[in-house]
């Protein structure tokens, strides 16, 4: 060995004032002030939030916070979009309601008619909320059912790709980015195609394992776990595991329910049935329970949607001033889930306006920003 070698060997390393590269860090979200922190999460679309959820504890507390509905709030990043069918007029004809809150209000809430363009077959068309936008699949003159898109901003309606397969009618549901479409198949099998939000296409979906096509073409659709799921009084509930395409069955109460009155919050099935009030299903042990605390003393027509973290249930009543119109009712509902079970705390209910008393409530959807 060299003497140059030698020398080199012995000597220590230097001191430098940059630290190794092992413990160097990458900046992270959190370091930000929390105020920073809350405004940045707000402006993400509420469907990734699942995904943030998964990145580690304190994002997921931070995203089921109250402070970050409260700054959404702020924002006016949520709204209900409320779909009336007139039962009187003929044809049938749709109105669009508005539920938002009043600017830089976290409490007050606005609730007015708006006007844009959607599919005239209100009967038979699935809707679904995706960030601003809402999904129709509707009936056309062709026997088969169309893709229309709303953006809510620009009130724009747009024509969507053709589906796969022809249908004539189906149950929908919004998993991982894509919108599963399944069932009313004219040959009355059970097919399904999923719409890929990225590449805005459709593609095929797993092979359901059942055959029984029908609850897919009458029921109510929710989604949770993955799954996509239907609700019909006389089928019971089914669901569709995205996964595998493996099918599931199971009872539901015997009592009489609307179907503006479902929803999903927080991976939690909520509906508002007539007799037993507002329930939510337990997946682990398949049944359905009651949300204590709370009670809209049987209200009836009710429609129920996510509103800022909260459930907001909406209902009518008969308006003191003439028997042609109706009155439209809101109360807000705080869900704290506990080993025991759901409990609800109801804010002070809140006559949000007036509307003819023909005008039945449909559909209850929620809209991010």
Wanted: proline letters at 6%.
């Amino acid at each position: 060995m060299s003497n140059l070698a030698a020398s080199n060997a012995d000597e220590r390393p230097r001191k430098t004032n940059q630290p190794p590269s092992s413990s160097l860090s990458s900046p992270s979200l959190f370091s930000l002030p929390l105020d920073m922190v809350l405004n940045v999460l707000a402006r993400v679309p509420k469907r990734f939030y699942p995904i943030l959820c998964c990145v580690s504890n304190k994002m997921r507390s931070l995203v089921r916070s109250a402070e970050i509905h409260e700054t959404r709030s702020l924002l006016g990043k949520d709204s209900l979009y409320i779909f009336f069918l007139d039962e009187i007029s003929s044809p049938l004809y749709v109105y669009w309601y508005t539920l938002r809150r009043t600017e830089n209000r976290t409490t007050e809430n606005l609730f007015y008619p708006i006007e844009f363009s959607t599919p005239r077959d209100p009967c038979t068309t699935r809707m679904l909320a995706i960030d601003t936008e809402i999904f129709f699949m509707t009936p056309c003159t062709t026997r088969s059912l169309k893709l229309r898109i709303l953006d809510t901003r620009s009130r724009v309606l747009r024509q969507g790709p053709s589906l796969l397969v022809d249908r004539l009618s189906t149950s929908v549901g919004l998993v991982g980015g894509k919108v599963y479409v399944i069932g009313g198949c004219s040959e009355r099998e059970l097919l399904v195609e999923r719409f890929d939000l990225k590449t805005q296409t459709f593609e095929e979906a797993p092979t359901p394992d059942e055959r029984d096509y029908r609850i897919w073409i009458y029921g109510v659709n929710v989604t949770l776990d993955r799954k996509v799921y239907a609700l019909c009084p006389r089928e019971g509930m089914a669901s569709y595991d995205t996964r595998d395409g493996s099918c599931q069955r199971s009872e539901m109460p015997k009592d009489k329910w609307r179907r503006s009155g479902t929803c999903v919050i927080g991976n939690v099935l909520y509906l508002y049935f007539s007799r037993f009030g507002l329930m939510w299903y337990d997946t682990q042990l398949m049944i359905w329970r009651v949300v204590y605390g709370f009670d809209l003393d049987k209200a009836q027509c009710v429609g129920i949607a996510e509103y800022y973290g909260k459930l907001a249930i909406l209902w009518e009543k008969p308006s003191p001033v003439s028997r042609e119109s109706k009155e439209i009712w809101c109360t807000m509902i705080g869900l704290l889930r506990s080993d025991v079970g759901i409990h609800g705390a109801a804010e002070p209910s809140q006559l949000l306006g007036i509307v003819p008393y023909g005008y039945l409530m449909r559909c209850c959807l929620s809209v991010s920003a």
